[in-house]
């Protein structure tokens, strides 16, 4: 979009407190990017965002964390690489495996991939949700952001949506589904990818369900002490993977079964 910079630089600044390490902006072809950052991996200038992919075809902005990295850098030329994001490794896997990066990745996600040859813009959240991603869309622009108060600051307008209300008040719903509390701001939602044409076209696709699992694994048939071992595998291996960090981990206890198992595997 055209609008001026330092207008998008003040509506940004509503999210400074999400990453109070570095502020970067971009502008390439209209594609304007400001990204606040949070430093997790690599602490260094390498791991700052907007960050390019190693041709300079795309450039990227990412909240969250992608956890098997290990793995995925054995996909990508490690000498093109400067540096061990998990967000320098995320631009570069979708380099080389396009959209089909998004069977490969395991975290907590949300991203918006610019495409400078082919003008064209990709965006993914993770399956379930757990990193939000908010768009605004008319005919001369579309604006994402991790919050909804940048996107009500660049309109200077807002309608309630009266349905999302309903929603959390009788039922309890929030952030299910495509709907916000305000009618011209729309949450992509988990588990879906969206895309932008050069033509402009918007399209949104699901890429990921629960329902994708293989049946067998609801008819399975073993006991319990192998199903008993199998989870106690899994959940190591997936807690290894989350304490892949550059900075001091801490958690958070809720007092229940689940907390407290997490924290005494970590132990």
Not at 33 to 58: C, E, H, M, W
Not at 101 to 106: P, Q, R, S, T, V
Not at 228 to 244: A, G, T, Y
Not at 246 to 266: C, E, K, M, Q, T
Request: glycine share 4%; hydrophobic share 35%; with cysteine.
């Amino acid at each position: 979009f055209k609008d001026d910079k330092q207008k998008l630089l003040k509506a940004s600044s509503a999210i400074a407190h999400r990453g109070p390490d570095t502020k970067k902006y971009k502008n390439i072809n209209n594609f304007q990017a400001v990204f606040y950052r949070l430093s997790i991996r690599d602490l260094s200038t390498n791991g700052n965002q907007p960050i390019f992919s190693y041709s300079k075809n795309l450039i990227m902005v990412f909240n969250g964390e992608i956890y098997n990295t290990d793995y995925l850098i054995t996909l990508l030329n490690k000498s093109k690489l400067i540096g061990n994001s998990d967000s320098e490794i995320l631009i570069n896997l979708f380099e080389e495996k396009g959209q089909d990066a998004l069977k490969l990745i395991k975290g907590m996600f949300s991203f918006v991939i610019y495409d400078i040859k082919n003008n064209k813009i990709f965006a993914a959240r993770d399956r379930f949700g757990i990193k939000p991603l908010y768009y605004f869309r008319n005919k001369n622009k579309i604006i994402f952001s991790s919050e909804i108060k940048p996107l009500l600051l660049m309109n200077n307008t807002y309608k309630f949506n009266e349905e999302s209300f309903f929603d959390l008040f009788d039922k309890g719903y929030l952030d299910h589904d495509s709907k916000t509390f305000f009618k011209d701001i729309i949450s992509l939602t988990p588990g879906h990818q969206l895309l932008i044409d050069s033509t402009k076209k918007l399209k949104i696709k699901k890429y990921w369900d629960i329902c994708y699992f293989n049946e067998d694994i609801f008819n399975n048939k073993e006991n319990e002490e192998t199903l008993s071992e199998r989870l106690n595998f899994l959940l190591n291996q997936s807690i290894n993977n989350h304490l892949i960090s550059d900075v001091d981990i801490g958690l958070f206890l809720s007092g229940g079964s689940d907390s407290n198992s997490i924290a005494n595997l970590i132990k």
